[in-house]
């Protein structure tokens, strides 16, 4: 698969669980990010990665643990989540942060904490 | 005020319908601005993408910014039961700053 890949496709998790979610971009960009996507509201912008540095930390709560070895690889780590966790988690990549032409995103992780 | 306002829907129209779709905002300093589709049970993928003020067209689609009104819209021409998908807007105002999105509208085309 060409592109931004996501892995699991679905996830159920209980509340004392710990699960990881994986990103792999394919395109040669720098930067990456975490979006929560839940229904009927806007993306919520969660992490940013440049260059393998986080940039942005949208006030996420700690039971959230990003990770990025390198350009092309993004984790994000899950432990002790909550009902109103569940969502869609989108990883996307871009060029790099300053150079916005829009981004590519992959097909995103269904999680549902039970 | 949410920085960008945008219908959920759904919207419901036949096949060979004129859509239009659109987000209004409040920051005046947005200059950039696209359009997303996303299918059901797929990321979001890029679809039209214009810096200020205008008309871009590509094929059957229009986008069209009016910054004077901080008003934007997405025209789908003659559409077709594939283009059933969730539309959703988004804009940045340039350099390191994020891209703000719309919550995005359903739309729906019958045969």
């Known amino acids: 698969e060409t592109g931004v890949t996501q892995t699991p496709r679905h996830l159920v998790m209980g509340m004392t669980n710990k699960k990881s979610l994986k990103c792999e971009q394919h395109?040669?960009?720098?930067?990456m990010y975490w979006y929560k996507q839940s229904a009927k509201k806007p993306l919520e912008l969660m992490f940013v990665?440049?260059?393998?540095?986080?940039?942005e930390n949208n006030s996420v709560p700690s039971r959230f643990s990003p990770e990025c070895p390198n350009s092309s690889h993004l984790f994000l780590h899950l432990h002790t989540l909550q009902p109103e966790d569940s969502a869609l988690y989108l990883c996307?990549?871009?060029?790099?942060?300053?150079?916005?032409?829009?981004?590519?995103f992959g097909s995103g992780t269904r999680l549902t904490v039970v | 005020q949410k920085e960008v306002e945008q219908d959920p829907g759904p919207l419901s129209v036949p096949e060979g319908a004129i859509v239009s779709l659109n987000c209004t905002y409040s920051?005046?300093?947005?200059?950039?601005f696209m359009w997303y589709r996303q299918y059901s049970r797929k990321g979001p993928e890029l679809l039209m993408y214009?810096?200020?003020?205008g008309n871009k067209e590509d094929g059957r689609f229009t986008a069209q910014v009016d910054k004077s009104s901080k008003y934007i819209s997405l025209f789908i021409r003659d559409s077709q039961p594939s283009d059933s998908a969730t539309y959703l807007c988004?804009?940045?105002?340039?350099?390191?700053?994020?891209?703000?999105f719309g919550a995005g509208t359903r739309l729906a085309v019958h045969p």
């Open positions: 996307a990549s871009s060029q790099d942060v300053g150079k916005n032409y829009g981004y590519t």
């Open positions: 395109l040669g960009h720098n930067a």
């Open positions: 990665y440049n260059f393998k540095e986080q940039t």
């Open positions: 920051n005046s300093a947005f200059q950039y």
């Open positions: 214009t810096y200020s003020s």
């Open positions: 988004a804009m940045f105002s340039g350099g390191y700053n994020k891209l703000i």
